[in-house]
């Protein structure tokens, strides 16, 4: 295996032509810089430097290799050295977000408007979020998600809370519920729109009214908060959605608190290690995480 020491050892000889400058310039002994040189010798299959008189020359080869072994090794100091203060008036990038639609409807705009203030170069792309999946963001094809965490999210995800949501019921105006203030019993007696991506019928929400001493019946389930509101918008059906996240979602419905021990979720910021470091997806973190406290 090759010892890429051995290009910085070979770029300062090359300069310097000597074997002592080049010692004392690396910190080394005489007699640890001629071994080096050996070394040199034997890996290129080239004398690189030769004697002439009391000095040494470099041979042709020694001159091809020296602006390519130079800059090599500006390469590799770039590479290791602290990345630099990011510049966001010139950033040009496309940042890929997967996120439901409630996060979108309710701070894709202001997200957007904050980006472009900021980074005019910087682009989002949204993603709708289908599942709780890992897999696009270990394989890079999203950057960054939102959403609340499940078994399904990877363990090595970094993930940062953004606020706390909390359901509440939505019914549209002239709804009987719509009228005073709502009880568990009355609340359970009208028929429901039960809202779960896999399609399932009961939830949280049921096993709260189960320990109330109360079941509601679930008259239609479909996959998205959105879809639950549009339904009751136009029926009697009742949606029961996350408070925040719903917000631009339920103008002109009716909303109420639930009459029981309503469930609470945390919503997060999702993304994978490598990305941790990065200036620019630091700095994305950083505004998507201001913005959702100063609506908290």
């Known amino acids: 295996m090759t010892d890429f020491n051995l290009l910085m050892t070979l770029d300062v000889l090359l300069s310097e032509g000597s074997v002592a400058r080049a010692a004392r310039r690396l910190r080394l002994s005489p007699s640890a810089m001629s071994r080096a040189l050996a070394r040199l010798r034997e890996t290129t299959g080239d004398p690189l430097l030769v004697r002439a008189g009391r000095g040494l020359v470099p041979t042709p080869r020694a001159l091809e290799l020296r602006e390519r072994v130079s800059q ?22 496309t940042f890929t977000i997967r996120a439901r639609e409630g996060f979108i409807d309710n701070f894709g705009a202001e997200l957007i408007s904050r980006v472009a203030a900021e980074a005019p170069g910087v682009r989002l792309c949204f993603m709708d979020k289908l599942d709780k999946e890992s897999t696009a963001l270990r394989d890079g094809t999203v950057d960054l998600e939102t959403g609340v965490i499940g078994k399904a999210t ?26 005073r203030a709502v009880s568990a019993a009355r609340y359970a007696q009208g028929r429901h729109i039960a809202v779960s991506r896999q399609g399932l019928e009961r939830g949280p929400i049921d096993e709260a009214l189960r320990q109330a001493g109360h079941e509601r019946t ?58 941790d470091a990065d200036p620019a997806h630091r700095w994305l973190r950083s505004l998507i995480h201001g913005l959702c406290a100063v609506r908290g």
Request: proline letters at 8%; aromatic letters at 6%; one cysteine or more.
């Open 218 to 275: 679930v008259a239609t389930i479909v996959g998205s908060f959105s879809a639950a509101l549009a339904l009751a918008r136009g029926s009697d059906l009742i949606a029961s959605v996350p408070e925040r996240q719903t917000g631009k979602l339920r103008d002109g419905l009716h909303t109420f608190a639930l009459p029981l021990a309503a469930p609470q979720v945390t919503v997060c910021m999702l993304w994978h290690p490598r990305m």
């Open 154 to 179: 990877g363990p090595e995800v970094r993930t940062r809370a953004l606020f706390r949501d909390w359901f509440v019921g939505v019914v549209r105006p002239g709804h009987p519920l719509s009228g």
């Open 72 to 93: 090599l090794v500006l390469d590799a100091e770039s590479v290791l050295r602290p990345a630099e203060r990011l510049d966001l008036a010139g950033l040009q990038r």
